[in-house]
């Protein structure tokens, strides 16, 4: 899972990051709005958010971010008046916190937010900017429909519902049968790799979503740089 914390008080984002990183999050940070707004552009899954940033108000900057995609969201607040905090949840966050706070509190308010978010999106998946509606049967990068073929989504589909796992080609090829029912081959499934990359991937030549492991096979990526 991947957290932004926006939170201009070094010792909180340090300490925060700490105990977030011993849970398997990766924890980006940001000391004010700016930063804050240009690292969401990454596959974000979470965001603790500061209501006192000092460049931009809090409440404001919660605005521009969920205008920009639908991700959760728990205010980190010093300010525990009744009015701010149901301020926050009238606007749409998924929860609040007062400082000082423990840590082990916080993380099982988020791991609480991340539960009930993912049981309203199970049926989404989500790698970077590339999103998979299994209801529809469609995939959108940046919210634009890609048109796959038939076992082109198939292929990305099977990767993509074991994110991180890596498959060979041989249990690729033995998962797939194109719409004819025809037994796709070795050199066929590179080609279908290669053109699905060039729908889904900013650079087609260095991807970034279906990764080769070589000598072995494909995975799907997870976003893990900071």
Not at 100 to 119: G, H, M, T, Y
Not at 177 to 187: A, F
Request: glycine share 4%.
């Amino acid at each position: 899972m991947n957290l932004l914390i926006i939170e201009d008080d070094e010792a909180i984002r340090m300490g925060l990051t700490y105990y977030l990183e011993q849970e398997s999050f990766n924890v980006l940070e940001a000391k004010n709005a700016k930063i804050g707004l240009d690292l969401y552009d990454n596959d974000i899954d979470i965001v603790l958010l500061d209501i006192n940033v000092p460049d931009k108000n809090g409440f404001d900057l919660f605005k521009v971010l969920i205008a920009k995609k639908d991700v959760p969201i728990i205010f980190l607040t010093a300010n525990d008046l009744e009015v701010s905090i149901v301020r926050g949840l009238d606007m749409g966050a998924d929860d609040y916190i007062t400082k000082p706070f423990k840590a082990r509190e916080l993380i099982s308010r988020i791991k609480n937010v991340l539960r009930r978010n993912n049981k309203n999106n199970s049926n989404i998946i989500k790698i970077k900017d590339i999103t998979i509606d299994l209801n529809q049967a469609k995939v959108f990068k940046n919210n634009i429909d890609v048109m796959l073929t038939a076992l082109e989504y198939k292929i990305l589909l099977t990767l993509a519902l074991n994110p991180n796992v890596v498959f060979t080609r041989e249990k690729i090829l033995a998962d797939i049968w194109d719409v004819n029912e025809e037994y796709v081959n070795d050199n066929t499934l590179t080609v279908y790799i290669k053109r699905i990359r060039e729908k889904i991937e900013d650079n087609p030549t260095a991807p970034r979503i279906i990764e080769t492991v070589r000598g072995v096979g494909y995975k799907i990526g997870v976003y893990n740089e900071k």
